[in-house]
């Protein structure tokens, strides 16, 4: 007797309870949060390139590319040959010395950022510069690729260079020391 009075309590337990590993709860899980929805115009596209100058100064050349936002960073180096971003084809450049410049989070149009007409923003400068500059021979389009924009700078010989990132408006400056 004592066996089957403790088998109707448990019995009667599980039923009250519930079958174990059921969650009766009305509580929805929590959701991971997401971030509230931008407007297209508060985001943060690439900065588009507005201009490129060059100018010949007492000791060196400065080449000066002007963009209408905030572009990430940059990567130079002296190479044997320019290629093109993606195929990798030569960029013929005057010169006999050549430096390959890399502008991360920059373009020259902004097209695939917006979804308004009105805010798209395209250079309309030269893809080619010649300059009257005493050590920079010619600056070239290299690539728009996947929001790094790519030149060329031929020189008459291999220099040493310093490049700066200014804001107001945003720059990214290369000057090529005409000594040392």
Known sequence: M???WLAAVLLM???ACGAPHQNHSTVPAPRPSAPPPQAVSELQGPGVLSSINVGKHPGYDRVV???DAAVADHNASYVDQVTQDGSGF?????????L???IRGATTDNQMHVTDPGQLRTYKGPQRITPQADVVAEIASAGDFEGDLSFGIGLTRKLRYEISKLTAPTRVVVDFFHTG
């Open 90 to 98: 030569p960029v013929p450049l005057r010169g006999s010395a050549f």
């Open 2 to 4: 004592k066996t089957l």
């Open 65 to 67: 590319f002007t963009f």
């Open 13 to 15: 337990s599980t039923l």
């Open 100 to 102: 390959q410049l890399t």
